[in-house]
Structures are given as structure tokens and as C-alpha cells.
């Protein structure tokens, strides 16, 4: 574990709209701070924030952790750079070809989506090496010149442009990878090459190609950002140790994180996911599915055993796999400014289309006349117009209800019946990524809590969590701020995963353990060069992705769990020579399938596809409650009408977050307001604040009793 800090640690999440600070100082003063996003020159938001913070950035920065979304953003925009795609000749339609899924089954209009390196930019290359890694058409030298002159050609017109490389099979032999890029670089020293062999060595030719894509195409943004944040912190004699947050939820230092760009595309997202487990855990939580809302999506993942759920890859757009370990999240469009509309069937319908934040919901009064569930939540009475985002952004109530008067009028109801009927379904589609987390992976939602945050997941909450049963809602202290919180208390951390195909029940299982040995110790070195203290301890978690021979896609078992201390040998015992290996490692794999798909397949061979290794250094804890404000026992308590059920009104009480006492206990309907965020409490439930400062939701029987 890394020593308690004695400076100010400083998280950071920049965002299109806003720029969130969470600053925690050594005893434990919190400092929080929302600034305009600068799209143009993100870096100047940063530090924009951070004077404002009135730290002494020269002595008192312990250190510095940043999540961004400018990866994010350049991917879901395609802002990013013109990629030349270069990979083994006869292979070069791999990237339109694609997988044979369809994202609408019966919509014949459906067009797959455009890879992120066109046609016209991929560039076939004579070599070939087989699965086993011999080769059977090597790459000479003749055969290196001529695709280096191209590369030089084609930059004439595209200058700027960035390389990935994709060869077949390079998981296994990298060889002919190795010698393109160092040929690529050598002549052209400012090209930017990204090689599947480094990104992602992995089987599976398409998801390794759009990886290794994906990287070269968000590298020179990553790149500029990075260098742009560094020279600011340099010109400011910031101290400390200064990292980005990357899509497994871990940290990586700031001069290292270009290297591999691709492991930030949901920097934003991993900085929200851990900041709702360390809330799941400190409200005594183990079982939890988080709910991030923001204005135009809903990220939900899920805590099970205490632990954040890990995935192996993600879609940023259907069909464009990025397979790189990140944590498990589910992305919907259901935000604040998410669209409600009638559809063809004439049923109504809400997002994923979204208004954003220009113009933004018809109430923002910036030029949008489409009804969007803040416009519903307007007219509902549950948003302040006087103080939305702390007053900083003062909504029109009557624009909402001519936005929603047409869908109204179709739907044959009431202005405030439409807008709760779009509440509804925009709850409904939450309801339905919380199952898909949950039940689709072997889970009882019944059995979780939901953690809610982000500026309007908190308003929908406690209904979401009432329609499925779910056990409580916990909504962190400055729901809006959580992520830049989490960029704070995030690990240090390193992801690999490579290929290695064994059946199990033959000898050529044999060597499994050796290479998962070998993998862990490789990790280790990587972080223990990169790591902020050089005495921390390192934790190693290593996993093997199995499947039944035969069987498409697999499933991870976790083989190993332990500490480093000096000698990774020593400390860590996965040995070829251990005879339960492969029997554990089996058992563990028939056990997992059991839970997700209810049955196993005893007699069937099991095969190894991926090992995985993960080292990771913990953070310093936080040993008081962030976001505190000024408690006191006289809130101040209003009223006003809130529309509880389709034509039915009732006095809602009105509190300021800030005045609440730990055990302070409401009963709904009530609503919690705070600068950054609004909590709805629904009738027949109630909120306490407990000693983290977390509102705790549950329902409450009919004696007045909480159940």
C-alpha cells in the first residue's frame, strides 16, 4: 500500500461541456471547482481550474491525475488524425468486412459503420506468417523499400498522418512488424507507427487491426494534450507526480501516456466507475451496479464481490471493437438531453438522439425546441429553474412546455402526463442496462444496490430502483464531481493480455502456467519502472480466458493474487511444475460457465485463448469523507408541487445538501438540491445521510419504518 500523502492530491475530469477538480488536502480540506470546458485548447480549462484552487502548486501538489475525454471525443467526432492502415496483402478489406452481426436485424437500410482508416488509405504488404509463427513469405528488403517510399508519397498529401500496422499472426511472430516500423520510423523520424504487436497481440485479426487503428488514430491529439498539460505543469513548477487516467481505471504517468493513446479512449468514463465502487464500498456495499448520468448518456457498471467488473473489449461505435482490458461498462443514450419522439408505431420513444449541451434542452433557451427529459423534469417541478448547476444556468420553464405540447398532443394527454410518461421511458431504459449488467451475467439485481451519479442520474435513482427491486440507492457526496474524484483515489495499474491456444486435456497444456509466470513478471517490471514510490508494493492478479473446444467466445478465470515485495520469483508461485494447475484452472472454468449460462459441460475439453496479468499499486487512502460542507441542524426546508404520479400533485420538501446533518432522515416526495446535481426522493421512499455523507434511498413501510 502507498504511504499517506502530505500534499494536496488533485483529480481532474475535462469534459465537452465542463471541467471538474476534486482537491483533497493532507487533512482532509476538500476543494471543489467546475469550469468551462475550452474545446479548442482543452489544457487551458485545466489550468484554469487549478489557479483557482489557490494550491501552491510549486511545493504543495503531492500529485496531480487527470481523466479526459479528449480520445473519447476525437473517436465519437472521427476528429482524429488520417491513419494509413498497412497489413498482409490480400487481407487489406479486413477492416470493412467486419463480423456477420447486424445491429438492427430486420432493417434492411442498416450500412456498417466506416472504419476509422478508409479503403483507400490501406496498404497491402508481401509477407505472410503462419499461425504457428514460421514464415512462409518473408519480408525483404526490396519489399520494405518500396512500402516506405509509398508512406513518404502518400504524407505529401496527407501530412500528419499516422501508421498502424496489423500484420497476420504478429501476435505469434512479430518479426516482420518490428522490422516495418523501425524502417518507417528511420526514415521519417516524426512519423507516428502504431504496431499490433505492442497494442494489442491478441488473436482475432479484425478486433487486433480496429485496436491497433483506433491507437494510431487518436495518438497525435493524445500526444498534443499530453505534452500541452506537461509543459503547463512544467512552466508552473507544479511538484508532485502528474498521470492520466486510462480506460482500465488505473493511472499512468503523464510523459508515458502517448505511447499507447487507445488505453485512454474511456479515461472519462474509468474515473466515474471507480470513484462509484470506493462510494459502494465505504456505504458497506459489496454487491452494486453504478449508474453514471450525464446529458447524454448513462454509463452503468457493475461491483460484484466487492470488485469492479473488467471486460476485454469495448465497441465505441457497433461493430468498432477496441479489445484492450477496460472496465466493464454499458453505455445507453439516455441522458438530460436525451430527445423524446413519437416513432412510426406512434409509440414514444426516448433517445439515443440527443440535443447535447448547444443548443441543448428547449429550456436552456439557446435554440432547441425539441422536449428532452431535463424539459421533462422542468415541468415535473422536480429542477429549480432558478437553481440549475448552482444557478449558473437559469431554465425557461415555458419553452419546456412547448417542446413537449406536440408530443402531448399525439399521445393524447396532459403536458405534465407526456412529461412523466417521458421520464418513464427514459427510467425504463436505464432499467434495462442495469439487467443487462446484471441478470445477462449470471446476477440478481434484486440483490445490489444502485449507485447513482453524474448531474441527472441521481433524479431518476430512486424510481429506477423501485421499479426493479433493487435494495437501496446510495448517492455519493457532489454526485457531478464524482469522476474527477475518482481520478484522485485511482491505482496505479498495468493490463496485458496475450494469446496462447492450449487444449487443456492434452500435454500441450502443460506450459500454461510457465507463460502466465512469465506474463505476470513482465508487468511487474513495467510497472515497478513507471510507478510514483519506488518502495510501493505491487499486487498481481493474473487470469486465464477459457472456452469449450469448439466454442466462440470465452470466459476469464482468476488463477492468482498476491504481493511483490523485491523478488517476483519468490513471491509468486505459478510453477509448470505444479500438478493442480491445469485441474484448478479447468474446475474454475467449468464453475464460471456454470453461474453465467446455468450449465457445464463437464466431459468437454476446455482451451486456453488469453492469458491476462494485471499489477497494481494502490492509492493512498482517503481517510475523511471528500465534499463536507457546513452541517448544521436548522435546514432550511421548502416547499413546492411536484407531480408524483400521472395527475397527481403533492407538496415535495426542498433542502439544500449542504445543511444536512449526518442522520438526517426526509421521507419522500422530497427533493435534495445541491450546486452540481438534484436528488429526487418519490413518495413511499426515504433518504438518511449517513456517515460518509452518502444519501442512503430505501423504500419505507407503511409503520414508518425503514424495510
Not at 483529480?11 to 480540506?29: I, K, N, R, S, Y
Not at 468514463?269 to 464500498?281: C, E, P, S, T, V
Not at 448547444?358 to 433557451?365: F, K, L, M, N, R
Not at 421511458?425 to 451519479?453: K, P, Q
Request: proline share 6%; hydrophobic share 40%; charged share 20%.
Amino acid at each position: 500500500m502507498t504511504a499517506p500523502t502530505t500534499g494536496w492530491r488533485v483529480g481532474m475530469d475535462t469534459g465537452g461541456t465542463f471541467t471538474d477538480l476534486v482537491a483533497v488536502g493532507p487533512d482532509g480540506e476538500v476543494r471543489l471547482r467546475k469550469v468551462s470546458s475550452t474545446p479548442w485548447k482543452p489544457s487551458d480549462a485545466v489550468f484554469g481550474a487549478l489557479e483557482r484552487t489557490d494550491i501552491d502548486l510549486t511545493r504543495d501538489l503531492d500529485y496531480f491525475a487527470l481523466g479526459t475525454t479528449i480520445a473519447t471525443n476525437a473517436v465519437i467526432q472521427r476528429t482524429g488524425t488520417r491513419t494509413l492502415f498497412l497489413t498482409t496483402a490480400g487481407f487489406e478489406d479486413n477492416l470493412y468486412i467486419q463480423r456477420i452481426d447486424r445491429k438492427g436485424l430486420y432493417d434492411l437500410h442498416w450500412v456498417k459503420t466506416t472504419p476509422y482508416a478508409l479503403r483507400h488509405d490501406t496498404i497491402g504488404v508481401r509477407e505472410r506468417t503462419l499461425a504457428d509463427g514460421s514464415i512462409r513469405t518473408p519480408l525483404d528488403a526490396q519489399e520494405i523499400e518500396r512500402l516506405v517510399a509509398e508512406v513518404r508519397q502518400r504524407l505529401v498529401a496527407a501530412p500528419g498522418a499516422s501508421v498502424a500496422i496489423s500484420l497476420l499472426f504478429a501476435y505469434v511472430n512479430d518479426s516482420h512488424e518490428r522490422a516495418l516500423a523501425d524502417a518507417l520510423r528511420a526514415a521519417m523520424p516524426d512519423l507516428m507507427v502504431s504496431t499490433s504487436s505492442q497494442i494489442a497481440p491478441i488473436w482475432r485479426e479484425y478486433e487486433r487491426a480496429s485496436t491497433t487503428v483506433m491507437d494510431a488514430y487518436v495518438k497525435p491529439i493524445v500526444r498534443r494534450f499530453a505534452n500541452e498539460v506537461q509543459e503547463g505543469l512544467g512552466t508552473r513548477s507544479a511538484s508532485g507526480w502528474h498521470a492520466l487516467m486510462k480506460s482500465n481505471g488505473g493511472q499512468v504517468p503523464l510523459p508515458i501516456a502517448p505511447e499507447r493513446p487507445v488505453e485512454m479512449i474511456l479515461s472519462g468514463l474509468a474515473g466515474g466507475m471507480i470513484a462509484g465502487h470506493h462510494w459502494a464500498r465505504q456505504s458497506g456495499s459489496d454487491k452494486a451496479v453504478t449508474l453514471d448520468m450525464g446529458g447524454t448518456s448513462a454509463d452503468v457498471g457493475v461491483v460484484v464481490d466487492g470488485q469492479l467488473a473488467f471486460s476485454g473489449s469495448f465497441e465505441v461505435e457497433f461493430g468498432i471493437p477496441v479489445a484492450l482490458p477496460i472496465i466493464d461498462v454499458t453505455t445507453i443514450g439516455a441522458g438530460g438531453s436525451s430527445i423524446a419522439s413519437i416513432d412510426y408505431g406512434g409509440l414514444l420513444r426516448v433517445g439515443p438522439e440527443s440535443a447535447g449541451a448547444d443548443p441543448g434542452p428547449a429550456c436552456y433557451g439557446r435554440g432547441g425546441v425539441l422536449p428532452t427529459v431535463t424539459d421533462a423534469n422542468l415541468v415535473l417541478g422536480r429542477l429549480d429553474p432558478a437553481y440549475f448547476l448552482g444557478g449558473e444556468i437559469g431554465l425557461d420553464s415555458s419553452r419546456s412546455v412547448m417542446a413537449i405540447e406536440p408530443i402531448a398532443t399525439e399521445l393524447g394527454l396532459s403536458v405534465p402526463d407526456a412529461a412523466e410518461a417521458i421520464i418513464s421511458v427514459s427510467i425504463e431504459n436505464m432499467a434495462g442496462a442495469v439487467r443487462l449488467v446484471t441478470v445477462d451475467r449470471g446476477h440478481d439485481y434484486r440483490e445490489f444496490d444502485l449507485v447513482a451519479f453524474g448531474g441527472a442520474g441521481p433524479l431518476h435513482a430512486a424510481e429506477i430502483a423501485r421499479r426493479m427491486g433493487m435494495r437501496r440507492v446510495i448517492v455519493p457526496p457532489s454526485p457531478g464531481l464524482v469522476s474527477a474524484f475518482g481520478s484522485v483515489i485511482a491505482d496505479e495499474r498495468v493490463d496485458r493480455r496475450v494469446t496462447l491456444l492450449r487444449r487443456l486435456d492434452r500435454s500441450e497444456g502443460a506450459d500454461v502456467a510457465a507463460e502466465l509466470a512469465r506474463l505476470a513478471g513482465s508487468v511487474v517490471d513495467e510497472l515497478a519502472a513507471q510507478r510514483r514510490d519506488p518502495d510501493a508494493r505491487i499486487t498481481v492478479v493474473t487470469h486465464v480466458a477459457c472456452r469449450y473446444l469448439g466454442q466462440n467466445y470465452e470466459q476469464e478465470v482468476r488463477m492468482y493474487q498476491g504481493h511483490v515485495d523485491r523478488s517476483f520469483e519468490l513471491a509468486i508461485h505459478i510453477s509448470p511444475d505444479d500438478p493442480d494447475f491445469v485441474a484448478r484452472l479447468q474446475a474454475g472454468f467449468h464453475a464460471i460457465h456454470r453461474q453465467s449460462y446455468g450449465y457445464d459441460l463437464l466431459d468437454q475439453p476446455v482451451q486456453s485463448v488469453y492469458l491476462g496479468a494485471t499489477a497494481s499499486v494502490a492509492s493512498a487512502p482517503v481517510t475523511v469523507a471528500p465534499y463536507r460542507q457546513h452541517a448544521t441542524d436548522d435546514s432550511v426546508v421548502r416547499t413546492r408541487q411536484v407531480l408524483v404520479a400521472p395527475g397527481e400533485w403533492a407538496e415535495a420538501c426542498i433542502v439544500h445538501r449542504a445543511e444536512l446533518p449526518t442522520g438526517y432522515v426526509v421521507d419522500g416526495p422530497a427533493i435534495i438540491e445541491e450546486s452540481d446535481s438534484t436528488t429526487y426522493i418519490p413518495p413511499g421512499c426515504r433518504v438518511t445521510v449517513d456517515p460518509t455523507a452518502c444519501l442512503i434511498v430505501t423504500a419505507a413501510a407503511t409503520d414508518g419504518s425503514e424495510r
